[in-house]
Nanobody, 125 residues
Framework: VQLQASGGGLVQPGGSLTISCAAS????????IGWFRQAPGKEREFVAA????????LYTNSVEGRFTISRDNAKMTLYLQMNGLNPDDTAVYYC???????????????????WGQGTQVTVSS
């Protein structure tokens, strides 16, 4: 089982960026997916999640309406499209996957068994 995040970089405030996460070794379509982030000096926090089979999504309040989580099961890839970025979004972003299909669980870090290595997103002028 492997998750490989990529696509991070430097973006100006107000800009957009899409990060992705390539999955292998498990049937992605049957797994809930999530994105978490960890800013310098802070604990890792939940960003967005989607239950399996492209079902319902969940977002943390600070990114609601700006970020979109998606998946392409055929390509075995997760995505996080980020718009309207601001310096508070600067963090290492981690992708995660788990077999849980309980909506109330997908926002919890402890629910996820599989994690990617993280990709750095820096929002700065």
């Amino acid at each position: 089982v492997q998750l490989q995040a990529s696509g991070g970089g430097l973006v100006q405030p107000g800009g957009s960026l899409t990060i992705s996460c390539a999955a292998s070794g498990f049937p992605l379509a049957y797994y809930a997916i999530g994105w978490f982030r960890q800013a310098p000096g802070k604990e890792r926090e939940f960003v967005a999640a989607m239950i399996r089979n492209g079902g319902s999504t969940l977002y943390t309040n600070s990114v609601e309406g700006r970020f979109t989580i998606s998946r392409d099961n055929a390509k075995m890839t997760l995505y996080l499209q980020m718009n309207g970025l601001n310096p508070d979004d600067t963090a290492v972003y981690y992708c995660a996957a788990d077999r849980t299909n309980i909506y109330s669980d997908v926002g919890k870090e402890s629910s996820y068994d599989y994690w990617g290595q993280g990709t750095q997103v820096t929002v700065s002028s």
